[in-house]
């Protein structure tokens, strides 16, 4: 057992297949197949179930990854003590809900990327209550979320603001409302509504706005869904209203697929950089960390 062979055991549990593992550690399908026949060989365990939909972790092969991850952790973090890592091929995991995922993150790796141009990204997409989960299970090692109510083993450092809008369909029913005026709030409680899974961050901050601007109120839920672009068509189809990020929402908007309107009391909510309280960041790790600090707040 070799760290190569726990970085590739990794990777083929984060990604659910060889071929995706194989992308992400530059190795062929046949060197991923072989490193994991050889980890089981000699552990005399099955750590992976292969079938056609993908490749799924035993039990065994959990308590695996949780060994493999402590143990690349503490590599990095000896290499970063005593000067030895090489920066310029050092692997970052990060942990981003749909918003930064989508429309902050990628401006921040392609800017560290000209300071750093070896560095490896590999982004856990999830909405805002699994970001937390994924820096406790040592899955990632920064994360990035659109609210802070979710994990207190976490530190959630404001980094940016997000304004939430409605977005209705492009018809008569709503083209003759002022789109500077808020959107109605007779309307915001009886139209059918597209909303976000539980999870969500953007959710999370509608319900704590609502709760305060119109009470207790049962919106008419159409649909439940975790995808923005799914929201937007949706939405653009005719299903429904939807409350969302103004990020998120502005091409839609430009292009004239539907309308936005602010809501009464403005809905601005911060962007977070998340990292766990016991993680002690070191390197390149740190590095960015920093570097999103100081840089996020100057992207629109």
Request: glycine residues 6%; charged residues 25%.
């Amino acid at each position: 057992m070799d760290f190569r062979q726990l970085e590739i055991f990794l990777a083929v549990v984060d990604t659910g297949g060889f071929s995706r593992a194989g992308e992400r550690v530059f190795a062929s399908q046949p060197t991923v197949t072989m490193q994991m026949k050889a980890l089981e060989e000699e552990l005399a365990q099955q750590l992976l179930e292969r079938s056609t939909l993908g490749v799924k972790v035993t039990p065994e092969g959990k308590r695996v990854y949780d060994f493999a991850v402590s143990m690349l952790r503490e590599r990095n973090s000896l290499l970063a003590e005593f000067g030895r890592s090489d920066p310029e091929t050092t692997h970052m995991s990060i942990a981003a809900s749909s918003v930064p995922a989508q429309y902050l993150l990628p401006q921040l790796i392609a800017a560290f990327r000209k300071l750093h141009p070896g560095v490896q990204f590999h982004v856990l997409s999830c909405n805002s209550a699994e970001v937390g989960g994924k820096l406790l299970e040592h899955r990632a090692e920064i994360g990035l979320c659109g609210s802070s109510a979710f994990h207190d083993e976490c530190e959630y450092r404001p980094i940016t603001k997000d304004r939430l809008l409605v977005i209705t369909p492009n018809d008569g029913r709503y083209d003759t409302l002022d789109s500077h005026a808020p959107f109605p709030k007779s309307l915001l409680v009886t139209e059918p509504m597209i909303i976000r899974e539980s999870g969500s961050g953007t959710r999370r901050e509608f319900e704590t706005w609502a709760q305060k601007s119109i009470g207790q109120v049962e919106l008419n839920v159409a649909a439940i869904m975790d995808n923005y672009q799914a929201i937007k068509s949706a939405v653009a189809a005719g299903m429904g209203i939807a409350v969302m990020s103004e990020r998120a929402a502005a091409d839609y908007i430009r292009d004239g697929c539907v309308l936005g309107f602010p809501l009464e009391s403005p809905a601005v909510r911060n962007l977070f950089l998340v990292r766990w309280r016991k993680a002690k960041l070191m390197g390149l790790v740190k590095e960015f960390y920093d570097f999103v600090q100081a840089t996020a707040p100057k992207l629109s």
